[in-house]
């Protein structure tokens, strides 16, 4: 019993370590500049080139420079939901547990309708000792995969990001 135990707590921290690096769904190298600049706010071409680099610093787990380019990008478009969401993933990355709520508030506030954010709040709530407020996060997620209905865009997401908060909730106490 003590080694399954072992053995499931080993996985969750791989999965929830293997979703914290992760550029969030829909903002990869191929769409990430698109996105920065045809989101709802206008930023500039220099400023969605240095958006860009932020995301290629995170895709190769380059985490302080990235963290950098987010800081300096975010200094001039402070509630781009997109940018507050890559500097909470950099943020989780880096253990900075505190900071990346920060940044994923913003972005859930934003953004409500993207899983994602969402997700990442509720692991980093977890993180920081609050698995009431991530089981709150975890109900919206769930309402949103019940009206999609598995028809929607992030329909696949939706039920990943659920999982990502079951992965990082701690083991049920025997």
Known sequence: ?????????????????????????GLERSGA???ASSSSQTVSVMSARRYQDGVDALQAKN??????IFDEFLRTNPTHADANLMMGTV????????????????AVKKAPKNPD??????????KLGDTAGAMKLRDELVKM???CKGTCRSAQYITADIAMIDGAMPPKQP
């Not at 943020?91 to 913003?106: P, R």
């Open 1 to 25: 019993m003590k080694r399954s135990a072992l053995i499931f707590a080993a996985a969750t921290l791989v999965f929830t370590s293997a979703a914290v690096a992760q550029v969030p769904r």
């Open 33 to 35: 500049a698109a996105e």
């Open 91 to 106: 943020k989780m990355s880096l253990s900075k547990w505190d900071d990346a709520k920060k940044y994923l508030e913003i």
């Open 117 to 126: 954010p969402k997700a990442r709040l509720g692991v980093t709530l977890i």
């Open 145 to 147: 995969d019940k009206a």
């Open 63 to 68: 985490f302080a420079v990235a963290e950098g």
